[in-house]
Structures are given as structure tokens and as C-alpha cells.
């Protein structure tokens, strides 16, 4: 029999997993308060995206009021207790063509946008860099292929996991509050939203974003980018992105991979292009700074021949 410590402590183990998975689930589109619509994003694929969004919303609105409307009106003035008798006529052609034909323009004036903006969601060709991501149980791997027509080999290797304040506060029994997880120079409370280590990319450059895994399945989301890929092992799906304005922009894993499935936010650090171009170059030196550190180490120093 199940003693009552144990039970306490499995119920306070449901308890904050259920409360990682809310706080993820919000995560994932980084609301703000009294948010009600999409975000309209800082790429064109993301605004391009809430403008048909709101294209659609205002098509339903119009049909709702005329739909509610005459049949508010029909319950008003045709009620039986004014006198109201039915009609005898079974049908209308005119009003049959006209329900029918009007609602296939309201669909194809949809649909082709719709499908232009679906094709461009994944026409990656002339993309200026490219990043390899790759989804763990439960961090991302993300590795610099190419850059300006050229390709990246000396940037290491960046693994984006959660944050380690957040990581010990989402912990049973560490009695850290998750309240106190607050970025001390923004003071934004980013409980289960901060990595180690962002991804890094320029402003204004179209990225290219190869999407795999390499255990389950995972998914790449970062909402103000119009970005959201499957990440399946064995298979390379892409994604693009030009972001207009530098800054911070987070994301999650929209695929439950497992049991720290809320521990995989995505950050993205979007830099002035000059700002990039300094940082990789950093980059660049730091590993072969590293690289000629580690020969020097294993490599034995050559006899100094004696003289006479």
C-alpha cells in the first residue's frame, strides 16, 4: 500500500508537471497581457500570415451578421403570435445561385493567397546562410553551415538548453521559487523561456533552417518568425526566415518528445549585420585559438640537438 509521503509527493510531481506543460504551452507564443489575436511577426511570411488571418476573420464576422441578422429578423417580424403564415413556394433560383455562387468567390478570393503564401512558406532557394538544427531529448543542437556564398567551418557547434536557474527551479524539493527566475537586465520573467546558449543570426538575411532529430520527434517553432517545422530523425525538412528588426524572439518544441518536453525553448538572437559579422568572426578566432591550444598540448616538443 501506497504510503501517504509517497502519495503527497506523486500528486506534487502531477501537480508541477502540469504546471511546466501550461507554462509551456504560453511559452510557445510568448503572449503578452490581454493578447486576443496572433502576433503579427517580423518577417514577411509572419505578416503576410496575419494579414490573411485577419482577411479571414473579417469574412466571418461579415457572414456572421448577415446570417444572424436575417434570421433574428425572421424570428421577430414572421413569429406566429403577429400572424405570420408560411409561404407556400419550395424553392428560389435565383436565391440557389446566389448562396452558391457567392460562397465559392468568398473561397477561391481565400484560397489563392492562401496557396501563394503556402509556397513561399517553403521556397528556401536563395537563401544568404544556412543552420543546421537538430532536436535532442531535450535540447537543440544548432550548427553554421554557410554564410554569404561561403561555408562556415571554424564556428563550434552551439548547444541550446534550458537555462540552468530554470532548470533548478522547475526541480522537486530545490525551494527555489519559479517567480524568482527574472532576467536581471531586462527584468523579464523568463521561467522555462531562457537556453544557454541562443541561436545566433543576422538581420535582414534570409536564413535557411535545416530541421532534423536524432532520437524523436521534435517540432521548431518560433511564432514571430512564421517558422514551425517537424523535426523527424532521418529526415531534413527546411524552413526560411528573413527578420527585419534585431532583438530576441523565443519559441518551444511543439511536439510532445517526452517527460522534459517543457524543457526545450527556443532563443533566437537576432543581430545588426555588422553585429553578426563581428561576433563570427570572434567565433572563428576563439576556435582556432582553441584548436591551436589543444596541438600544443599533445604535441611533444622536438629535441634540441646538442651542440659539439
Keep these: 500500500m501506497m504510503s501517504s509521503s509517497n502519495c503527497k509527493r506523486r500528486i506534487t510531481g502531477a501537480v508541477a508537471a502540469l504546471g511546466a506543460?501550461?507554462?509551456?504551452?504560453?511559452?510557445?507564443?510568448?503572449?503578452?497581457?490581454?493578447?486576443?489575436?496572433?502576433?503579427?511577426?517580423?518577417?514577411?511570411?509572419?505578416?503576410?500570415?496575419?494579414?490573411?488571418?485577419?482577411?479571414?476573420?473579417?469574412?466571418?464576422?461579415?457572414?456572421g451578421i448577415i446570417v444572424f441578422g436575417a434570421m433574428f429578423v425572421a424570428i421577430v417580424r414572421f413569429r406566429k403570435s403577429k400572424g405570420a403564415v408560411a409561404e407556400t413556394w419550395s424553392h428560389n433560383t435565383w436565391l440557389e445561385l446566389g448562396w452558391t455562387i457567392v460562397p465559392v468567390l468568398i473561397l477561391i478570393g481565400l484560397a489563392a493567397p492562401a496557396t501563394i503564401l503556402t509556397r513561399e512558406m517553403y521556397n528556401a532557394t536563395g537563401a544568404q546562410m544556412t543552420v543546421k538544427v537538430t532536436g535532442y531529448q531535450w535540447l537543440w543542437r544548432y550548427d553554421y553551415i554557410s554564410y554569404d556564398g561561403k561555408p562556415v567551418t571554424k564556428v563550434p557547434t552551439i548547444y541550446s538548453r534550458l537555462a540552468w536557474d530554470s532548470n533548478t527551479a522547475r526541480q522537486l524539493d530545490s525551494g527555489v521559487s519559479p517567480w524568482s527566475v527574472v532576467d536581471k537586465e531586462t527584468g523579464f520573467h523568463d521561467y522555462l523561456l531562457d537556453v544557454t546558449h541562443p541561436l545566433v543570426i543576422p538581420a535582414g538575411v534570409k536564413v535557411r533552417f535545416l530541421i532534423t532529430a536524432d532520437d524523436v520527434i521534435h517540432g521548431?517553432?518560433?511564432?514571430?518568425?512564421?517558422?514551425?517545422?517537424?523535426?523527424?530523425?532521418?529526415?531534413?525538412?527546411?524552413?526560411?526566415?528573413?527578420?527585419?528588426?534585431?532583438?530576441?524572439?523565443?519559441?518551444?518544441?511543439?511536439?510532445?518528445?517526452?517527460?522534459?518536453?517543457?524543457?526545450?525553448?527556443?532563443?533566437?538572437?537576432?543581430?545588426?549585420?555588422?553585429?553578426?559579422?563581428?561576433?563570427?568572426?570572434?567565433?572563428?578566432?576563439?576556435?582556432?585559438?582553441?584548436?591551436?591550444?589543444?596541438?600544443?598540448?599533445?604535441?611533444?616538443?622536438k629535441p634540441v640537438p646538442a651542440k659539439g
Aim: glycine share 4%; proline share 9%.
Design 21 to 63: 506543460t501550461l507554462v509551456s504551452m504560453a511559452a510557445a507564443a510568448n503572449p503578452v497581457p490581454w493578447q486576443m489575436n496572433l502576433p503579427k511577426g517580423v518577417t514577411p511570411i509572419s505578416r503576410q500570415t496575419w494579414d490573411l488571418h485577419m482577411a479571414a476573420l473579417w469574412v466571418c464576422v461579415a457572414l
Design 220 to 301: 521548431w517553432w518560433v511564432p514571430d518568425f512564421a517558422a514551425k517545422r517537424d523535426a523527424i530523425p532521418g529526415i531534413m525538412n527546411d524552413a526560411w526566415a528573413r527578420v527585419d528588426k534585431p532583438g530576441i524572439y523565443r519559441g518551444q518544441c511543439y511536439v510532445l518528445c517526452g517527460q522534459d518536453h517543457s524543457a526545450m525553448p527556443i532563443v533566437v538572437k537576432v543581430l545588426p549585420q555588422d553585429q553578426f559579422n563581428a561576433w563570427l568572426a570572434e567565433q572563428e578566432n576563439a576556435a582556432t585559438l582553441d584548436k591551436a591550444a589543444r596541438t600544443a598540448e599533445v604535441t611533444p616538443p
